[in-house]
C-alpha cells in the first residue's frame, strides 16, 4: 500500500464488529499495526465508484493522428480535424499523407475531406525556406487545422491555425494566408467560403483554438450571421476573434484583459498526475493556455468561454463583442462576468435548456452550467473519459489523451504510438439528458436525434478492445436548485 504524507498521529478506524484497522502515522509513514477486514467489512468501505449518470456508447476509435475536434451533421455524418500545432505526428511534411481534417467512415476508419489534396499543401504545413521555418501560406489549402463546427445551416466549417510543430517540437509561427475559416458545403463536399485573417486579426502567434456561429440576420448588415473565435495564444495576445461572415472582415476583443489569460502558476492534475506544461528546449512551466472553450447561449446573446490554464467559466453578452466603437472595447470588458468555476476544461457546448456543457478532466467528466441558478452539476463522469476537447450536438464528446501529449507532460510522461488509442468519440445514450424537455437542441445545431450506432455492443467495450462487464450507472437527474 502507498505511504501518504500526513503529520504524526495516530487514529483506529471501527469497521464493524469483528474487525478494525489500527493506523499508526510516524513521521511521514503510515504503518498498519491491526488488520482484520472481512468481505462484509470491504463492503463497507466508502469509496469514488468512477462513474455517474447515462451509460455511454463507443461511436468511434482513433489509433494513429490526434484528434481535438468532432462535428455531427443533422444527417449523421461525422467529421474530425487533427492539429499539427499540438503534435508533430499529425504535421504533413509533404509526402507523409497526413490529413489534418477527415470524415469518419467506419468505427475505426477516416477518409481526408474533403479531399486528400486539399489536406496535402505542397512541400507540406511548414515553409523551410524562410528562417525561422514558418507554417505555409497556402489560401487554398490546410495547414494546421484545430476545429471543426457543423453550424444550423448544416454547413462544415474549418478552423485553421496556420501553424504547425516541426519534428523538434517547435510550433512554428503563422504567415498570412495560412490562418483561415473555410466553410465546406455537405451536401456537395465544395468550399463556398474562405475567410483569410489579417495580420492585425491573426497574429504570427495566435492559436485559433474554437469556434461559434449565429446565423441570426439581424445582428449585422450582411445579414449573413457572425462567427466568434478563441485565441488561446500561449505565447503572444490571447483574446476573442469576431467575424463577419458576409464581408469577412474581422476584429478582436479582450486581448490580454484577465478573461482570456491562464492564471499564476495554474496546476491541474489528470489521471492522479500534476500537469505541466512542456516548453521544447528549455524548462517545464506551468499551463499558460489562454481562451478555449466557447459557446453561446440558445437565443444567441451571450457568449460562454473559458481558458485550460484557469478554472473559470465567463460570459459577455455578444452585442458588445459585435461593436467596433471607440470605446468598444472597454465596454466589452466592463460587461464581461465570471459566472462559475468549471475545474480544468476545454470544449463548451450549449443544448435546448441553455446549459452549458463543458469537460471536467481532473473528474472524469462532462459538467454543465445552469445560468438560470448559477450552479454547475456533473452530468456524466466515466473512467473512459479522459480528456473531453469537444462537446458536439447530440452530446456527442470527443475524449482524446492531450494530457500526454508533447505539448503537455505528467510527472510521468506517456508515450502514444500508432497501436494505441489516442481517442474514442463517445455519447450518452439520448434518454437520459438533463432537463425538462430531455432533448439537445434541434434548432441551433441542427442535430435531430443521434445516428445509427455502428459499434457493435457499444456500452461494453474499452478503448483497450478488452470486454467489461461492468454494469453503467445512471443518473438519477440533475440537482433540483431553482429558486
Given amino acids: 500500500m502507498n505511504d501518504y504524507l500526513f503529520p504524526p498521529f495516530s487514529l483506529t478506524f471501527p469497521l464493524n464488529q469483528t474487525g478494525n484497522i489500527s493506523a499508526k502515522m510516524v513521521g511521514s509513514k503510515r504503518l498498519f499495526t491491526g488488520l482484520a477486514l472481512t468481505s462484509s467489512c470491504l463492503a463497507q468501505v466508502i469509496r469514488d465508484p468512477g462513474v455517474y449518470g447515462p451509460p455511454l456508447e463507443l461511436v468511434h476509435l482513433y489509433n494513429d493522428e490526434w484528434p481535438t475536434g468532432i462535428a455531427v451533421s443533422s444527417t449523421g455524418r461525422m467529421f474530425s480535424n487533427y492539429p499539427g500545432g499540438l503534435d508533430a505526428n499529425d504535421t504533413n511534411n509533404g509526402s507523409n499523407g497526413k490529413y489534418t481534417v477527415a470524415e469518419l467512415t467506419s468505427n475505426t476508419t477516416e477518409t481526408p475531406y474533403p479531399s486528400a489534396e486539399m489536406n496535402n499543401p505542397p512541400g507540406g504545413s511548414i515553409n523551410y525556406t524562410t528562417t525561422p521555418a514558418t507554417g505555409a501560406n497556402y489560401a487554398d489549402y490546410f495547414i494546421g487545422v484545430q476545429s471543426v463546427v457543423i453550424d444550423s445551416a448544416d454547413r462544415l466549417w474549418v478552423l485553421d ?35 483569410i485573417f489579417p495580420d492585425t486579426v491573426a497574429f504570427p502567434e495566435t492559436y485559433l483554438n474554437d469556434v461559434r456561429f449565429d446565423l441570426r440576420t439581424n445582428i449585422t448588415a450582411s445579414g449573413k450571421g457572425v462567427a466568434y473565435i478563441t485565441d488561446s495564444s500561449s505565447q503572444g495576445r490571447t483574446g476573442l476573434i469576431i467575424v463577419d461572415l458576409g464581408t469577412g472582415e474581422s476584429w478582436r476583443h479582450l486581448d490580454l484583459s484577465e478573461y482570456v489569460q491562464p492564471d499564476r502558476q495554474f496546476l491541474a492534475y489528470v489521471w492522479g498526475k500534476p500537469l505541466y506544461g512542456n516548453n521544447p528546449g528549455g524548462p517545464a512551466g506551468f499551463l499558460s493556455f489562454g481562451a478555449d472553450g466557447i459557446a453561446l447561449s440558445a437565443d444567441g446573446d451571450t457568449l460562454y468561454f473559458g481558458g485550460v490554464g484557469n478554472r473559470y467559466m465567463f460570459s459577455v453578452p455578444t452585442a458588445r463583442l459585435r461593436a467596433r466603437g471607440p470605446t468598444s472595447e472597454l465596454l466589452a470588458q466592463a460587461s464581461t462576468t465570471s459566472v462559475t468555476q468549471k475545474g480544468l476544461a476545454d470544449g463548451f457546448e450549449t443544448d435546448s435548456n441553455d ?102 455492443s457499444p456500452t461494453t467495450s474499452s478503448p483497450s478492445g478488452r470486454r467489461s462487464t461492468r454494469a453503467p450507472t445512471r443518473a438519477s437527474g440533475p440537482l433540483d436548485c431553482s429558486e
Wanted: proline share 7%; glycine share 6%; net charge positive.
Fill in 355 to 456: 446549459f452549458i456543457y463543458h469537460g471536467n478532466m481532473e473528474n472524469n467528466a462532462i459538467s454543465f452550467f445552469n445560468p438560470a441558478n448559477g450552479t454547475d452539476q456533473t452530468f456524466v463522469r466515466d473512467p473512459r473519459i479522459s480528456w473531453a476537447d469537444t462537446v458536439c450536438c447530440n452530446h456527442h464528446l470527443l475524449s482524446s489523451r492531450h494530457h500526454t501529449s508533447p505539448a503537455l507532460f505528467l510527472s510521468v510522461r506517456t508515450t502514444t504510438t500508432t497501436t494505441t488509442t489516442s481517442a474514442q468519440v463517445i455519447r450518452p445514450h439520448s434518454s437520459h439528458l438533463p432537463g425538462t424537455n430531455n432533448q439537445v437542441d434541434v434548432t441551433l445545431f441542427s442535430c435531430p436525434s443521434p445516428p445509427t450506432d455502428t459499434c457493435t
Fill in 161 to 195: 491555425t496556420g501553424r504547425a510543430t516541426q519534428p523538434n517540437g517547435t510550433l512554428v509561427n503563422a504567415v498570412r494566408g495560412g490562418p483561415k475559416l473555410v466553410g465546406i458545403n455537405l451536401s456537395n463536399n465544395t468550399v463556398f467560403q474562405t475567410i
